[in-house]
Every structure is written in structure tokens, then in C-alpha cells.
């Protein structure tokens, strides 16, 4: 599967109240320093000590948001 690393800073900008809120990523544990990352599929996780955990996701053109606030590409 492909992702696009980013920041928790850059996911805060990219997502829409309609997928999940600021709190409710806050409550995950992100912050403007954590590591996140999205799949092809929208999924949104959270790197954590031992793996990666799954904590939302992102609905419609979320593939343009992510290239233009990371300016990254699936890896």
C-alpha cells in the first residue's frame, strides 16, 4: 500500500469537520508534531512506539488536499 507521510500540523489543515474533527484527532493523539499518514484509501495512522494505528479517514479529493498541502505523491 502507498502513502503519503505528513505532520499532525499538515493533517490538522487537510481534513474536514465532515471527517473527523480537531478533537477527535486531538483524543487520538495527534499533534502538530506527530507523525501521520494517509493511504490511497483515505485512511488516516498514527505512528505510535510499536506500529502504526488506524484512528479515521478522509472522504472525496483528499488526494489533491494532500498534494498541495504536502506537495508529496503516494510512496
Known amino acids: 500500500m502507498k502513502f503519503v507521510e505528513?505532520?499532525?500540523r499538515s493533517l490538522f489543515t487537510i481534513v474536514s469537520d465532515d471527517e473527523i474533527s480537531s478533537a477527535d484527532l486531538a483524543a487520538a493523539g495527534v499533534t502538530d508534531e506527530?507523525?501521520?499518514?494517509v493511504n490511497q484509501h483515505g485512511d488516516i495512522e498514527i505512528r505510535r512506539p510499536q506500529g502504526w494505528d488506524v484512528i479515521g479517514g478522509l472522504l472525496g479529493n483528499y488526494e489533491e488536499r494532500i498534494r498541495r498541502e504536502t506537495g508529496n505523491h503516494w510512496a
Open 6 to 8: 505528513m505532520t499532525g
Open 34 to 37: 506527530t507523525v501521520v499518514r
